[in-house]
């Protein structure tokens, strides 16, 4: 079973550096979303794209972060200049994005993110 | 914003039916109710939704009310594995992402 799978697992990186995180969503997926889970809180919404239209961004996406979806498959976020405040787990997911097959969204194991 | 409201934690000894209430008195029509959990470190896990009707799969099932207020998800055999956070979700399908509230951490007592 190929589910949604994310890359680095866990990463370690200075205040100052650029980060990118990159996810395959389950093939044939045609929406792809990106959370942001800090400790003791929900999952926060991100953004969204279908297939490499990126239709939707929360006010959370600061200009400092960029998504992208180039051809439709994978995706990759970047955070540039990082802060420790983006100390977080950052969770793709994904869902088919018809009625036909069902619109159930598929989350991946995350993303750890460490700023120090 | 989230549109449910659910109690932050509960207790439940193994082997027992385990029964998670949610709240959701603004619902539409349209909406449906679904349930995900989080397993401490690993990614949201789908378990169930549903719209009217009550809903069995092989990992639980979905009770909703008659005016569709309120839902209750059962686990009917749990485990010290379904130790997790449980989280109700009223969504709009297909087509709307899925917003969060905090959930109900539930806790399998051996």
């Known amino acids: 079973d190929t589910g949604v799978s994310q890359d680095p697992r866990h990463k370690i990186t200075k205040r100052g550096q650029n980060v990118t995180f990159r996810c395959d969503p389950i093939s044939e997926h045609n929406r792809l979303y990106w959370y942001r889970q800090t400790l003791g809180q929900g999952p926060e919404f991100l953004t969204y794209f279908q297939n490499e239209a990126q239709l939707e961004k929360s006010r959370l996406l600061s200009d400092r972060f960029s998504a992208e979806r180039p051809k439709g498959s994978f995706s990759t976020l970047e955070i540039q200049r990082t802060e420790q405040g983006d100390s977080a787990m950052y969770l793709c997911?994904?869902?088919?994005?018809?009625?036909?097959?069902?619109?159930?969204?598929?989350f991946g194991e995350g993303s750890w993110l460490t700023v120090v | 914003d989230a549109k449910t409201t659910q109690p932050p934690s509960m207790d439940c000894a193994e082997g027992r039916a385990a029964n998670l209430p949610c709240n959701h008195s603004t619902i539409s029509g349209n909406e449906y109710v679904y349930w995900y959990r989080q397993i401490h470190s690993q990614g949201p896990q789908y378990i169930i939704h549903g719209l009217k009707n009550n809903e069995t799969n092989e990992m639980a099932s979905l009770i909703i009310t008659e005016d569709r207020k309120s839902s209750t998800l059962i686990l009917p055999h749990a485990t010290l594995r379904d130790t997790a956070v449980y989280y109700c979700i009223v969504r709009e399908n297909p087509g709307e992402k899925l917003t969060f509230g905090t959930g109900t951490r539930l806790t399998i007592i051996p």
């Open positions: 997911a994904s869902s088919p994005g018809h009625r036909i097959s069902g619109n159930t969204i598929y």
